[in-house]
Antibody
Framework: EVQLVESGGGLVKPGGSLRLSCAASGFTLSRYSMNWVRQAPGKGLEWVSYIDGSANYIYYGDSVKGRFTISRDDAKNSLYLQMNSLRAEDTAMYYC????????????WGQGTLVTVSS | QSALTQPPSASGSPGQSVTISCTGTSSDVGTYNFVSWYQQHPGKAPKLMIYEVNKRPSGVPDRFSGSKSGNTASLTVSGLQAEDEADYYC??????????FGTGTTVTVL
């Protein structure tokens, strides 16, 4: 069964850092493009970042560019999101999602991990 | 990039059809056939229902269909069922290696 499980969320102060993880099972992470998508409480979805299967192509949304870094550890079959200089507006549920069709159609999604940025 | 525009709500009785629109621009929906639709139940992760405008992933009922005309994409749910009550989001590739989501539509089954 293809499954994604996120972890690493929590409460952090403005300006702080956090590293999210996404453990993949049932498939080989390096064969797929992967994404991070977030959803602020009660709000809509926002695409955050993309990494292709070779890790040669990495992209970010404008709101996180320069502060967030996506990466992958193929040995651990895991995806990461390093988040620095966190702001209150980064408070959200963060989901990792696979892009099996190479067309920004995300399937499946993990259950999400909640990041709260507050003093 | 700005979010794609969806109506806040839509509704229909069981067995009826409901269509949700997703309006973008010539820089996203109008240019690329990379439009996807997601279903999200409260407290759950989104689920892919349609990709590349009108393709259904394995396991998605054929009651769900997608289309596109110009800068507007649409999702139609035919034969509405109680379990179709959820939030629905569209998304599109927006060029410059970015993706954009829609504002979301809450579907109510009356």
């Amino acid at each position: 069964e293809v499954q994604l499980v996120e972890s690493g969320g929590g409460l952090v102060k403005p300006g702080g850092s956090l590293r999210l993880s996404c453990a993949a099972s049932g498939f080989t992470l390096s064969r797929y493009s992967m994404n991070w998508v977030r959803q602020a409480p009660g709000k809509g979805l926002e695409w955050v970042s993309y990494i292709d299967g070779s890790a040669n192509y990495i992209y970010y949304g404008d709101s996180v560019k320069g502060r967030f870094t996506i990466s992958r550890d193929d040995a651990k079959n895991s995806l990461y999101l390093q988040m620095n200089s966190l702001r209150a507006e980064d408070t959200a549920m963060y989901y990792c999602a696979r892009d099996p069709y190479l067309s920004f159609g995300f399937d499946p999604w993990g259950q999400g991990t909640l990041v709260t940025v507050s003093s | 990039q700005s979010a794609l525009t969806q109506p806040p709500s839509a509704s229909g009785s069981p067995g009826q059809s409901v269509t949700i629109s997703c309006t973008g621009t010539s820089s996203d929906v109008g240019t690329y056939n990379f439009v996807s639709w997601y279903q999200q139940h409260p407290g759950k992760a989104p689920k892919l229902m349609i990709y590349e405008v009108n393709k259904r992933p394995s396991g998605v009922p054929d009651r769900f269909s997608g289309s596109k005309s110009g800068n507007t994409a649409s999702l139609t749910v035919s034969g509405l069922q109680a379990e179709d009550e959820a939030d629905y989001y569209c998304s599109s590739y927006a060029g410059n290696n970015k993706s954009v989501f829609g504002t979301g539509t809450t579907v109510t089954v009356l």
